[in-house]
Nanobody, 123 residues
Framework: QVQLVESGGGLVQPGGSLTLSCVVT????????VGWFRQAPGKEREGVAC????????LYANSVKGRFAIARDNAKNTVYLQMNSLKSEDTGEYYC????????????????WGQGTQVTVSS
């Protein structure tokens, strides 16, 4: 059974940084694409970043390019999202999810999701 647990969210001032972690159990992470998504109140869930299966690369939403970095440690079954230069518009519930496909930013192709961790960027 695949389980994902996010952590690392919190309240941060604009311009600050946070690192989110996603621990995935029940699978061999090498074979899975892992994505980070976020959802703000009243808005649809959107893709933020993903790390593709079998070391095929990473992708980012335009809104976070140059500010966020995704990395995986397959030995620890963990994927990280380093978020720098945070803005108020980065506020939302952040989720990680897994898929065996390479369709990175489409939440519809992901099979398993974590419960989310809240990120609030506010002064």
């Amino acid at each position: 059974q695949v389980q994902l647990v996010e952590s690392g969210g919190g309240l941060v001032q604009p311009g600050g940084s946070l690192t989110l972690s996603c621990v995935v159990t029940g699978v061999t992470l090498d074979y899975y694409t892992v994505g980070w998504f976020r959802q703000a109140p009243g808005k649809e869930r959107e893709g933020v970043a993903c790390t593709l299966r079998m070391y095929s690369g990473t992708l980012y939403a335009n809104s976070v390019k140059g500010r966020f970095a995704i990395a995986r440690d397959n030995a620890k079954n963990t994927v990280y999202l380093q978020m720098n230069s945070l803005k108020s518009e980065d506020t939302g519930e952040y989720y990680c999810a897994t898929t065996k496909t390479l369709y990175c930013m489409n939440p519809g192709v992901y099979d398993n999701w974590g419960q989310g961790t809240q990120v609030t960027v506010s002064s």
